[in-house]
C-alpha cells in the first residue's frame, strides 16, 4: 500500500516518523518472502498514538515488523503499511539485577551484552534471530526456558486505550508461544530481571545451546524457524519425518532435510509455494495422527 497524501508525509516528518516507500519485506523477513509496501521507521515511542490516528483516519491499514524472523509475508502490492522501531543508543541499560532494554533491540545482542555483565538466564535463547519486542509478542522460547519468565515491566502501545501504557509482568500471561497482548499492541521497552551469573559460566551455557542449534537445524538457509507449534505432548517436527517428508517440497519451498519442521526458502519461493506446503503438510499430518498442526510462523497474506 502506498500513502496518498503527500501532507501525510509533511505529517510524518513532523513526529520523527520516516517513510520508505516500496520497500521489498522479502529483503527484511528470514524467509526471504514477501510483497512490496510502504514502511513508516518510528524514532520516538511518544509519537505512536498521534501516527495510529492519523492512519486509521486515513484508512491506512499497519503490520508491526520487527525482524522479520517468525514471518510469512504475502506476495505482491502488500493491502497495508508496515511500522518498525528504530533502534536508539544505546538500547539495553542495566541497573543491579534489571536490564532496561528497548523492544527494537536485537535478542541476541542483548543477551550477549547482559551475559558480559555476569547476567544470565536466557542463555537458551542465543540464536534466536529478531528484535525483543517479537520475542515479548512470540514468548519466545528454547530449550526449556521462555522470555516471559525474566519480564517485570512491559512499556506498550495498547490499541484498546489508543495510549502508551505500562504493566507488570504478574498482569501478562506468558505461554507456549503465545502471550495475552491485543493483536494491535505494540511493544516498545522491557524490563528483565535477571540472575547473577558468573560470565564464564553463562558462555559455557551459550556454546552448549549454540551447538544443538548447530547439529540440529539448517541455519545457512532462509527459514523462519519451526513452521508449526508441537501439539501438547508431541513433536510436530518428529511427526512430519516420521511420515517420510523431509525434502518434499512446493516450487523452491521445501521441508528441511535437516529439521522437518524447518521449512526453508531454497531459491525463489512464493508465498502461495510456501502456503501450499504448509496446507498439504498440516493435511498430511491431520490423515494418519488426527492432529491438526497450528502455524508458529505468523503468516501475513495479502
Ligand atoms: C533460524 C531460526 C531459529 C529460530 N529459533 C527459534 C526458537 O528456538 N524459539 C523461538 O521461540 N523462535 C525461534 N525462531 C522464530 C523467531 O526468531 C522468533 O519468534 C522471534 O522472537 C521473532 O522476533 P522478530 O523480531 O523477528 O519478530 P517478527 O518476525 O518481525 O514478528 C513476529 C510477530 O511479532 C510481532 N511483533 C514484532 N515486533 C513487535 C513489537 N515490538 N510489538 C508488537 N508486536 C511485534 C509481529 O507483528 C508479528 O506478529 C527462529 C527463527 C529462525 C529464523
Known amino acids: 500500500m502506498r500513502i496518498p497524501d503527500p501532507r501525510m508525509v509533511a505529517k510524518f516528518m513532523g513526529m520523527q516518523v520516516e517513510l520508505q516507500p516500496g520497500t521489498a519485506l522479502a529483503d527484511l523477513t528470514s524467509l526471504g518472502i514477501g510483497g512490496v509496501t510502504d514502511m513508516l521507521r518510528i524514532k520516538k515511542h511518544e509519537c505512536l498514538p498521534d501516527l495510529l490516528n492519523l492512519l486509521d483516519a486515513n484508512h491506512i491499514p499497519h503490520k508491526f515488523l520487527g525482524g522479520g524472523s517468525n514471518l510469512l ?4 502490492e502488500l493491502p497495508w503499511v508496515v ?9 539495553v541499560v542495566l541497573d543491579g539485577n534489571f536490564a532496561h532494554v528497548d523492544a527494537a533491540a536485537d ?7 547482559c551475559a558480559k555483565n555476569d547476567l544470565g538466564g536466557m542463555e537458551g535463547l542465543i540464536g534466536v534471530p529478531g528484535t525483543v519486542g517479537g520475542a515479548l509478542r512470540m514468548n519466545a522460547g528454547a530449550y526449556g526456558m521462555q522470555i516471559g519468565s525474566y519480564v517485570r515491566e512491559v512499556k506498550l502501545y495498547r490499541a484498546a486505550g489508543r ?7 504478574d498482569q501478562i500471561s506468558f ?14 521497552a522491557v524490563i528483565l530481571e535477571l540472575p547473577s551469573i558468573p560470565f564464564k559460566e553463562i558462555l559455557h551455557g551459550i556454546r552448549i545451546c549454540n551447538e544443538k542449534r548447530r547439529s540440529s537445524q539448517p541455519l545457512g538457509q532462509k527459514s523462519a524457524g519451526c513452521i508449526f507449534k508441537n501439539p501438547p505432548g508431541a513433536s510436530a517436527g518428529r511427526m512430519i519425518d516420521e511420515l517420510g517428508l523431509k525434502g518434499v517440497s512446493v516450487g523452491d519451498a521445501r521441508v528441511s532435510d535437516r529439521h522437518a519442521n524447518f521449512f526453508v526458502n531454497a531459491g525463489h519461493a512464493s508465498a502461495k509455494d510456501m502456503l ?3 496446507a498439504d503438510v498440516r ?8 492432529v491438526c ?3 508458529e510462523v505468523v503468516v501475513w497474506n495479502a
Not at 83 to 91: A, G, I, N, T, Y
Not at 163 to 169: A, P, S
Not at 180 to 188: N, V
Open 73 to 76: 509475508v504475502g506476495d505482491g
Open 83 to 91: 511500522l518498525q522501531l528504530v533502534r536508539p543508543e544505546p538500547d
Open 107 to 113: 535478542l541476541g545482542r542483548m543477551i550477549t551484552f
Open 163 to 169: 495510549k502508551i501504557e505500562t504493566l507488570r509482568g
Open 175 to 188: 505461554e507456549y508461544r503465545h502471550t495475552s497482548f491485543a493483536p494491535d499492541d505494540m511493544m516498545l
Open 276 to 278: 501450499t506446503l504448509i
Open 283 to 290: 493435511e498430511r499430518v491431520l490423515k494418519t495422527y488426527g
Open 293 to 295: 498442526l497450528e502455524n
